[in-house]
């Protein structure tokens, strides 16, 4: 059983095949895949596409890509939705330099009160860290009893020890499949395995496989094998290992059964 920690399966990307891509994953034995929000137009599509398929879980929150789209009152109203929508946690959220567009004022405003309302609810968080690790980290610190993932980690050797300690899982995907990834593999390589999280990130970060006709596919959960058999190799372990330990993370971060019991 591989869990697939962060995916877009709800993005328009899917419409057509959505179905199709889904009986793929389970046939890549990808049991649970967990479907962070980005935006508040977008919840009801979440919540939709977790009801039609039991292997989708589903997480809301307000992504710091869609900064302009945010209004003041996306947080009454994000407390108002997980009053009435069970879920596993809260984002996707977090802070994003690298585009440098983004207002890191309004980021703030909204990264602080999502992660106000994870202790509210007793909720781990889906935190997206680029370029913004080390305030990411002051605002973990913060809010004791904080628990959560990053997302596509990409900070240093030092800062994921940081958050290790905190209390966070760090979860990689399709960049480390890349064999001139070398700064990331040897990263990963020396994280414990216990700290560990899959995840694909679909559509986005496709993994290093090239289809038939030389292209890169469009990325969805099935290819989380890849991630797997990579993780497994820098770690000396077998792929079953590896994808036993990162599900077994997941189970305990996310706690589907209390959250969505039978």
Known sequence: MIIDSHCHIDFDEFDTDRHQVLERARQARVEK???PGVSRQYWPRIRSCCHQYTQL??????????????QADD???LKNWLMDNPCLAIGECGLDY???SLDRKSQLFYFEAQLDMALEFDLPVVIHARKSTEDVIGQI???KGLKGMIHSYSGSH???LQLIELGFYLSFGGPVTYPKASRLRKRVAQLPLQNLLLETDAPDQPVARINKNNERPRNEPAFITDVADTIAQ??????????????????HLFQFKKNFPA
């Not at 879980?57 to 945010?70: K, M, R, S």
């Not at 820098?234 to 189970?251: F, M, P, R, W, Y």
């Open 141 to 143: 610190r913060k809010r």
């Open 234 to 251: 820098l770690h000396h372990c077998s792929t079953e290992q590896l994808a036993h330990i990162t599900s077994q993370n997941a189970e």
């Open 33 to 35: 895949i967990i479907v």
């Open 75 to 77: 947080i009454p109203a």
């Open 158 to 160: 030092e800062q994921a």
């Open 98 to 100: 690298f585009i440098k």
């Open 57 to 70: 879980y589903p997480c809301y929150g307000l992504h710091p890509y869609f900064i302009e789209q945010h």
